[in-house]
């Protein structure tokens, strides 16, 4: 996987900001299924899945199909839909979840050792695969000893939910050059009056 995370969108008011959901199953939910902006639809196309896909994993072989996007479309809003749902406080749903389940069950991208002559039949990786490894890691996300970390954006203004992956576990904006920011102005200008 590439160490590129988060993404970078654009408010209705033409502020561009990057959001790092903290993990990639998270960000690839925001590609369009989670949040109220249809702006943020990213997944037009198995043409723009295989984009994304291609940014984020570089063994994947750069191509999707119609039923590619398909799929990647139900994981997308099982995680969506889950993430929100532990955010609050709730469980997720029970189909979400079989989803999730169903998507991490089949083959992921094997790792490889590099250095070695032969690819011991490796090709390059399928879209699928991806779908896989995006699924398996909601699992350990969602787990009872992780899913404390799934919080929604302290903002009253904003819902964005992300994963806390800071040190300290204290993590309280979806994004400091959005919420944060204009929480301390907020508070710099209180403490002013």
């Not at 029970?94 to 790792?111: C, M």
């Amino acid at each position: 996987m590439s160490d590129e995370a988060g993404q970078w969108f654009t408010a209705g008011d033409g502020h561009r900001w990057h959001f790092d959901a903290g993990s990639l199953a998270l960000d690839f939910a925001y590609t369009g299924a989670m949040g109220d902006n249809p702006a943020w639809e990213r997944l037009h196309s198995p043409a723009d899945l295989a984009g994304w896909l291609d940014e984020r994993f570089p063994e994947v072989d750069g191509t999707a199909s119609d039923r590619d996007l398909i799929d990647a479309l139900a994981l997308r809003q099982a995680i969506a839909r889950s993430a929100t749902a532990i955010s609050r406080g709730d469980r997720p749903s029970a189909d979400d979840v079989d989803v999730i389940n169903l998507f991490a069950a089949t083959p992921d991208i094997p790792p490889a050792l590099e250095g070695g002559r032969r690819q011991a039949g490796r090709t390059r990786a399928r879209a699928s695969q991806t779908l896989s490894v995006m699924a398996r890691e909601v699992i350990q996300l969602f787990s009872a000893d992780r899913a404390d970390r799934i919080r929604e954006c302290a903002a009253d203004d904003c819902q964005l939910v992300f994963y806390d992956e800071s040190r300290s576990n204290n993590r309280r904006w979806c994004s400091m050059q959005r919420c944060g920011n204009r929480a301390k102005v907020r508070a710099h200008r209180a403490r002013l009056r």
